[in-house]
């Protein structure tokens, strides 16, 4: 067996093939700039996983990702992320991460919204409107944790809505000297209102999206309209006063899951945000954090922190790397993380872990998906 690799920019396809005449299966790695708060980490995504039919079950796809596993450490990513389907991808030490996070308004509840900038001017997002939109985009999740950061180059046009296949319709409004004040992207469809992005640079743009929405639902004769955000997203809470009901659906080994490749660099990468996690946290002490990619001592020390490989530290914290990226992410807390068989602590370590790691509401935009 042979694992060609096709280079093409940021994405990296990986072929598994059996001879010179017989491929079995591949994969994609994208390279991809994820914020967790404030710092800035370089992810694999891992997309387009696909084993040819007759090949399936023999433990083919299973050799490929082993291996390249193996490839995103060489090639230094910080953390690899991917999509996944149930009870396969935790073999490989990726855990679930990242909750899905939706809510749904009825129409008529919002109609009541009414627009309020009836001045601005509203079209469709056009090819010109994409640095404005990357730049506000990128000014609303500037430290929310799974988001991606966007480039002018990296990030086009809007690809997809809440699901792959699914095209898109879009909104945005500016004043009259052309600045950009909101957008809005929603599915392409006939029967429903799904809403896979939305962002403001004024808050008083809401009454208008909703409205906006409210229309849609209206002339496609749906009954309520639903919204891919995270609970804390400005227009999230704009939308509760209206009424809205929430689904937050947390997996157990599928959906948005994640993985540590490279420790040492990917802490160091981190060490300013966790500083400022700290920040205002009276009595840190060293602690050493022990997973099976090794063994690190943290020492917070006017307003920084550095690193020690090894363990140098009476406060220590022993866990999986795996358990160790649910915690950085926010998505259990000490106390659940603590309470788990095979995590121990030692020391004074809990006070100030659970100043490193609060919990979080990790959220990546639908159109970012991969």
């Keep these: 067996m042979q694992i060609k690799t096709i280079d093409d920019g940021r994405r990296h396809r990986r072929e598994l093939w059996l001879d010179d005449d017989t491929q079995v ?17 370089r992810m694999a995504g891992i997309g387009g996983v696909h084993t040819e039919r007759e090949h399936r079950m023999k433990g083919y796809m299973r050799g490929l990702f082993e291996e390249t596993v193996t490839y995103m450490t060489d090639e230094g990513y910080d953390v690899s992320m991917l ?3 149930a009870n396969f991808y935790n073999k490989f030490g ?23 900038t009836q001045s601005l001017k509203a079209r469709p997002v056009e090819s010109k409107d994409m640095p404005a939109i990357v730049e506000l985009y990128n000014a609303n999740n500037a430290v929310r944790t799974c988001s991606m950061v966007r480039s002018t180059e990296g990030f086009t046009g809007f690809e997809m809505g809440t699901h792959w296949g699914a095209p898109v319709e ?7 000297g052309g600045e950009l004040l909101g957008y809005v992207v929603w599915d392409r469809d006939r029967t429903s209102v799904r809403v896979a992005e939305v962002a403001a640079a004024d808050d008083a743009v809401f ?3 909703l409205t906006t929405l409210a229309q849609q639902a209206v002339e496609k004769r749906c009954e309520e309209i639903t919204v891919f955000a995270p609970p804390d997203d400005p227009f999230a809470e704009y939308a509760q006063r209206f009424g809205t009901e929430w689904t937050i659906r947390n997996s157990r080994y599928s959906d948005g899951m994640l993985r540590i490749m490279n420790q040492r660099p990917f802490f160091e990468t981190l060490a300013p945000e966790l ?3 700290l920040s205002g946290f009276k009595g840190t002490v060293p602690i050493a954090l022990q997973t099976d990619l090794g063994a690190m001592t943290l020492t917070p020390e006017r307003g920084h922190i550095t690193l020690q490989d090894g363990v140098a530290a009476e406060a220590q914290l022993a866990l999986s790397q795996d358990k160790l990226m649910q915690l950085i992410l926010g998505y ?3 106390r659940d993380m603590l309470n788990t068989p095979d995590v121990t602590v030692t020391g004074d370590a809990v006070p100030m872990l659970q100043a490193l790691f609060p919990r979080d509401t990790a959220f990546m935009w639908k159109p970012d998906h991969f």
Excluded: N
């Design 332 to 334: 259990r807390s000490v």
């Design 207 to 209: 009454p208008t999206i």
């Design 94 to 116: 990726y855990a679930t991460c990242v909750a899905q996070h939706r809510f749904t308004i009825k129409t008529r509840d919002a109609e009541a919204a009414g627009a309020r």
């Design 25 to 41: 299966g591949h994969l994609w790695v994208i390279d991809y700039t994820m914020r967790i708060g404030t710092a800035e980490v």
């Design 83 to 85: 999509f996944g389907i």
């Design 170 to 176: 879009t909104a945005l409004w500016e004043d009259d």
């Design 275 to 277: 500083a400022r996690r």
